[in-house]
């Protein structure tokens, strides 16, 4: 089916194999459930109109049931609903099976953050992907329930801890990154937007990213690319894609931001200050330093900056390497 | 017909008598707090239920102004996201479980049933009883979890969030554990009363519709509620005792507890609903003066919707990661309780043919019900069939769904019902105009509020988002405007009936003319509701029944013919 509402008010562009057979579906029921809401509303209207109480009117005897009525009422609706049904379920079963060929990424959800992991260990924020091409989403989730739901590829699957699920998409359309100084930049869409749809605490509606569809070449290139961050920058400048990317920079200000709108305390000029922590229910001070910080990442529950709750994810060596940990330290101290 | 004035000393069936009235034959806060009077335990369901419906709708309203702006409106000191979270949640538990549920049955459905079988009171008065005291000791917890840490877990209480937030969760799910309850008593004493108390002549097939409904709500109370109540306490437990049955990180399964939860969770959205259908018959046919059309249908639906309902929760879980199979059962189990739904729509509907339709302000509600009801209904279709419910779960589409249902229809028809059974509990007569004005300002606000959020809701935009791409921001602000409206449209409705209670002029027997019998005693009713068993006839025959304009409401036609029975 494909749909004639596409380009309308509801929805958001098709930018998926199976955005079009939703989208179709979806205009089948919308109009199904128009007509039988003009009808109900005009059987309404139209016997107010002609019946309401007035000067000379009164009730007229007519039959309380009508047996043959009754079941055709029943069973047309009960045919209309077997179609949607059978059409709802044939399109859900393609949704779910992924092909065997398909390019593999792992995703994993961990509050407030997305972590996309490409086949060569190349490690992002946003999602890349190539165009033309099934991609298999395996998702995971660090703590609560998430869900990973792209509008404009009308999939949506839940991340839960302890288990893995998966989607999986075909991209019609490439993106690209809209540079504001070209104007002569190829004609191409806007990314689209990864939304967290199941409720994860305070964050979730900041719990967004941005899906950039390639072409296969260039994705290619892209993905060698950000498989190494640490070859070829300084420590620090790997530091600070590394703060973005693993979600430190949703608890952190690094502009001094003391407020409740970030969970943990501001890292900017902190090199080397003191600070009061409570360890196991006693309070000490404690020096920001480099045991302090390594401390503070494997084992954040250990030492809690006074006047903060715990709740940091713990980044075991799998979800942050030692060297990556040196990266983020000459990163912090770089911060003024 | 409000422009006469009934000579006074003609017998309207108004009861003058203060040591008869049931509101004034004692006084004192004792004889209420420990009344045995279904009719006052309903009058106290009714004040205890309106305040949580404004203290809900007053954390709505604050949301919806945050959603203003797509950074939310107010400055972060005020409303940040954790606030945010916590108005929805509070917004949620508290319209779910101290208003929606006890809504139409505890308060209306405990001052009419005894009244409509004739009786004097309720199978169990003490049950009764305490199941109020349940939902005020149920409402206390829920206000101790709002005054100390809030609530942020979003109404589901999904683990395995729920069992590490800082905020008080063991208050509101005791809470809701006490609610549950109370839900599970008025549940019990309905089944008993409608099995044993019916009076002679009334046999199952001559019950008025709202009775079948409260039958049928009823029965799942009982059989769902100790699911929500177990699933509850082993919340509690892992929350305190760290069992291992929800949280992952010891073995547990998160997604176990979203099918306990929805094992009750789904049937409630049933005890929520079908009450209100059984209002819907009686003002559908009472209004248009003609018996119901197809009463065996309508009957069967209300039993067909509960016991179908248990069967159907698996679809809020479509992307939860169960099999596909486990989704494509449940997607097919979910059209079939549709069917029912939409027979009674249809029924109603064929009532009017033919009929005198008196529009009065409980006639609006109806018709503004079948109309919101309708696109709550047909919205439920797109939620059903699987491929498009994976695009719209947790989205706003979801939830202009459920609000068209629950507030378009289960709000809408209490409110219809109790504009209709007013004059019978306070004994007096609303101001007609008025009230239908309101009721209009309802149904424009109402609908101005959730018909953005279904486009939205296709358009992409999740739900429980405290800050939101600014693509969707158009949709928020109509929605908020229209919220606004919707706030003033329902205080200005309970206004109209709360300023008749000193202003309004006294209300005959029978002001409309309905043929059940509570209408047959005097307005308001005696403590003991009937000087003589009433004598029971078709509850939808209105062929004995004559307006009489001296006495502003309807008297038994001693011309009439005994009618024809039509079922």
């Known amino acids: ?292 910080v390594r401390e503070s990442i494997r084992q954040p529950n250990a030492k809690i900056v006074e006047g903060r709750k715990p709740g940091m994810t713990v980044f075991t060596p799998q979800l942050l390497k030692d060297d990556e940990i040196t990266a983020i330290i000459a990163y912090l101290k770089s911060l003024k | 017909m409000s422009t006469i004035t009934p000579d006074t000393k003609l017998d309207i069936g108004h009861n003058d008598d203060p040591s008869s009235n049931y509101l004034t034959c004692s006084s004192g806060f004792l004889s209420w707090a420990f009344t045995l009077d279904h009719k006052r335990i309903g009058v106290m369901y009714l004040v205890g239920i309106f305040t949580s419906f404004f203290l809900g709708g007053l954390f709505a ?195 176990l507890y979203q099918h306990f939860f929805w094992f009750y969770s789904h049937p409630a959205v049933y005890i929520m609903i079908l009450p209100a259908m059984g209002i819907m018959s009686e003002l559908m046919s009472v209004y248009s003066r003609k018996p119901i059309f197809g009463y065996t249908f309508i009957a069967y639906s209300s039993i067909a919707i509960a016991l179908l309902g248990f069967l159907v929760w698996g679809h809020h879980m479509f992307v939860s990661g169960q099999s596909p199979m486990a989704a494509v059962i449940f997607s097919g189990l979910t059209f079939s309780v549709s069917i029912p739904s939409a027979i009674k729509v249809f029924n109603w509907l064929a009532t009017m043919y033919k009929g005198n339709i008196n529009l009065a302000t409980p006639m609006c509600y109806a018709l503004s019900f079948i109309f919101l009801f309708a696109i709550g209904g047909l919205t439920g279709l797109f939620l059903g069939a699987l491929a498009t419910d994976i695009h719209l779960h947790d989205t706003y589409f979801v939830v202009a769904h459920f609000h068209y249902v629950m507030m378009g229809g289960t709000v809408i028809a209490f409110v219809g019902g109790l504009y209709h059974w007013w004059p019978k509990m306070f004994g007096v007569m609303y101001n007609e105009a008025w009230g239908r004005f309101f009721c209009l300002v309802v149904f424009i606000g109402f609908n101005l509020t959730f018909f953005p959020q279904f486009i939205m809701g296709s358009r992409g935009m999740p739900r429980r988002y405290a800050t939101y791409d600014p693509e969707y921001q158009i949709f928020h602000q109509l929605s908020t405007l229209g919220a606004i409206v919707l706030g003033l449209g329902m205080v200005g409705a309970v206004a109209v009936l709360v300023w008749s209670l000193f202003n309004g002029r006294k209300a005959p027997a029978n002001p409309w003319g309905a043929a059940t019998l509570e209408w047959t005693c005097t307005s308001p009713p005696p403590f003991y509701n009937f000087e003589h068993a009433p004598h029971v006839g078709s509850p939808y025959d209105y062929s004995q029944l004559k307006y009489d304009p001296q006495v502003g409401g309807y008297v038994k036609d001693p011309n009439a013919k005994p009618a024809s029975d039509h079922h």
């Open chain 2, 61 to 255: 309203l604050l949301l919806r102004i945050h959603l203003l702006m797509p950074n939310g409106l107010f400055p972060e000191t005020w409303v940040n996201m954790n606030t945010y979270n916590q108005l929805f949640t509070l917004h949620g538990a508290v319209m779910t479980f101290l208003f929606i549920i006890p809504s139409v049955p505890a308060a209306l459905g405990n001052f009419v049933l005894p009244l409509m079988v004739g009786a004097k009171d309720v199978a169990f008065p003490r049950m009764n009883l305490a199941s109020f005291h349940l939902w005020v000791i149920g409402a206390i917890f829920f206000l101790i979890a709002l005054f100390t840490t809030g609530l942020d877990t979003g109404w589901t209480f999904y683990t395995p969030y729920s069992i590490e937030t800082q905020t008080n969760v063991i208050a509101a799910t005791i809470g809701a554990f006490i609610l549950g309850f109370s839900s599970i008593f008025t549940g019990l004493n309905f089944i008993v009363t409608v099995n044993t108390m019916r009076p002679p002549g009334m046999s199952w097939f001559k019950m008025p519709l709202f009775m079948w409904a409260i039958y049928a709500t009823a029965i799942i109370q009982i059989l769902a509620t100790p699911v929500l109540g177990i699933t509850l306490l082993l919340l509690m437990a892992e929350r305190l005792l760290g069992i291992g049955v929800f949280d992952p990180s010891m073995g547990g399964d998160p997604v």
């Open chain 1, 1 to 292: 089916m494909q749909s004639i509402l596409a380009d309308t008010m509801f929805f958001p562009p098709e930018r998926s194999s199976v955005a079009g057979s939703v989208d179709g579906l979806f205009d089948f029921i919308y109009y199904l459930s128009a007509i039988f809401f003009v009808g109900i509303v005009f059987a309404m209207v139209y016997f107010v109109l002609r019946y309401y109480q007035r000067p000379g009117h009164k009730e007229e005897p007519s039959p309380s049931h009508h047996e043959v009525l009754e079941i055709t009422w029943s069973v047309i609706p009960s045919l209309l609903v077997g179609v949607i049904f059978f059409y709802g379920f044939t399109g859900y079963l393609n949704m779910r099976e992924a092909p065997e060929n398909a390019y593999e990424i792992n995703v994993r959800a961990s509050k407030w953050n997305w972590l996309f992991v490409y086949p060569n260990g190349a490690e992002s924020d946003e999602l890349h992907i190539p165009v033309d091409r099934p991609v298999k989403f395996l998702l995971q989730s660090g703590d609560v329930l998430h869900s990973f739901y792209i509008p404009a590829f009308r999939i949506k699957m839940d991340c839960v801890p302890g288990r893995y699920t998966s989607t999986w998409v075909i991209a019609t359309d490439t993106t690209e990154a809209p540079d504001p100084n070209d104007e002569n930049a190829k004609d191409g869409h806007l990314p689209m937007n990864l939304f967290c749809a199941e409720y994860c605490g305070e964050k979730h509606s900041a719990m967004r990213a941005k899906v950039f569809v390639h072409e296969p070449g260039e994705f290619d290139v892209w993905v060698e690319k950000a498989a190494n961050i640490l070859e070829g920058r300084s420590p620090a400048e790997a530091g600070e894609i590394l703060f973005k990317r693993k979600g430190c920079a949703q608890c952190h200000s690094i502009e001094g931001d003391m407020s409740a709108k970030y969970a943990g305390p501001p890292l900017n000029g902190q090199w080397g200050t003191e600070r009061k922590v409570t360890a196991r229910g006693t309070t000490e001070t404690v020096t920001m330093d480099e045991n302090y």
